[in-house]
């Protein structure tokens, strides 16, 4: 089989001395260091030891150039566009206190419109369907930053028909849908006041994600609740009642970000209000089913909400600071892997080669 592709592939061929287990000499065909080659998976090289050494090379080449996929309980997916995200059904509402620091996305709504009040929106603005049903004061300015997704000098822009928005809603509600299931089995938590939560206290879930239960999340003025977690912890806290006042602070300590914690409202009805006096909170914030009426805090992270039918209300100093949207990484081209593979193969043919002119040398 060697003799027959010699021709195809240029190979000049030569015997070597190869001892056999029976202790009797035989020789094997083989060719040049430099042009050794793979034909139908068999390595023209006569020894064991030379098929290890290039394949070892070959492989070696294959894992430095795979990429490495790192597993997370859970991510945001197209959700992570978007630092506010209006549910679909709503009934219209208010975003009006500059600036936003964030990319808005609004749903379709059954009635109304989002009033930009014309200010100040450091992001992108997209719409499900027509800006021009969903919205108004649309007359916006600031910037569409880098870490947004814009460019350097990219001016804030108002776009309709955009079908991402409705993917970045079915990933939110899916998001709240999934974890609110694991509701029971949440490590049971209160959050009326002050406190620490530890995220390794949490139910740990087949994802790898902690999940705790609470029935209310109201923290009150100049009250703080901590999360404590690394940043390789990943925390749900599904609220099941309704009737929620976000007055006090959030705050995340040990590394975990607000990408890495869901504040998960399942309750039905009713509103989730705030007015905590310029506070700060930091995670992200699922209200599928509830109104949405917030003023005076910050959020560091995300807001996904609006019950259907109701307003959406982020006002009188409500701000929000959307971390940086994730830059995928390039994918690698498969014919760069080959080329890599067959080079490290090639690589470890002439170290063989090398070491086996040095044997015949010295014989």
């Not at 945001?76 to 975003?95: C, K, P």
């Not at 100040?120 to 916006?140: P, Q």
């Not at 049971?188 to 139910?203: Q, W, Y």
Request: proline share 6%; glycine share 14%; net charge negative.
């Amino acid at each position: 089989m060697i003799d027959a592709f010699a021709p195809r592939y240029n190979l000049r061929l030569r015997k070597v001395p190869v001892n056999s287990k029976c202790g009797s000499t035989q020789t094997a065909p083989t060719a040049t260091a430099v042009e050794r080659v793979w034909l139908r998976g068999e390595l023209m090289v006569g020894t064991r030891k030379g098929l290890s050494v290039v394949a070892g090379a070959a492989a070696a080449a294959v894992v430095l150039a795979a990429p490495v996929a790192h597993a997370s309980p859970f991510t945001l997916g197209a959700f992570e566009t978007y630092g506010l995200l209006v549910n679909d059904g709503g009934s219209g509402g208010d975003i009006n206190t500059p600036p936003v620091n964030a990319n808005i996305g609004v749903g379709n709504l059954a009635s109304g419109t989002i009033n930009l009040n014309n200010e100040v929106i450091n992001g992108k603005v997209d719409c499900e369907t027509s800006c021009s049903t969903v919205l108004s004061g649309s007359a916006i300015t600031g910037t569409w930053p880098v870490s947004l997704g814009g460019g350097p000098t990219s001016p804030p822009p108002v776009t309709s028909n955009v079908a991402a928005v409705e993917t970045a809603i079915t990933a939110a509600k899916t998001l709240s849908s999934h974890y609110g299931a694991e509701s029971g089995l949440g490590t049971a938590v209160t959050l009326t006041g002050s406190t620490t939560i530890n995220a390794s206290s949490g139910f740990l879930d087949g994802t790898g994600t902690r999940v705790f239960t609470a029935s209310t999340f109201s923290p009150g003025n100049s009250q703080t609740i901590t999360i404590n977690g690394t940043s390789s912890d990943f925390v749900v806290i599904d609220v099941t009642g309704t009737g929620n006042s976000l007055n006090g602070a959030l705050t995340l300590a040990g590394g975990i970000t607000s990408d890495q914690v869901l504040i998960n409202f399942i309750g039905v009805g009713g509103s989730v209000q705030g007015a905590a006096n310029g506070a700060t909170l930091d995670g992200t914030f699922l209200i599928p089913n509830e109104a949405v009426t917030l003023n005076s805090l910050t959020i560091d992270g995300h807001l996904f909400g609006g019950e259907a039918g109701q307003n959406f209300q982020f006002v009188s100093n409500a701000f929000i600071n959307q971390p940086p949207v994730p830059v995928p990484a390039p994918p690698i081209d498969h014919g760069i892997l080959a080329f890599m593979a067959v080079g490290g193969m090639l690589f470890g043919a002439r170290l063989l080669g090398n070491r086996r002119n040095r044997h015949l040398q010295a014989a």
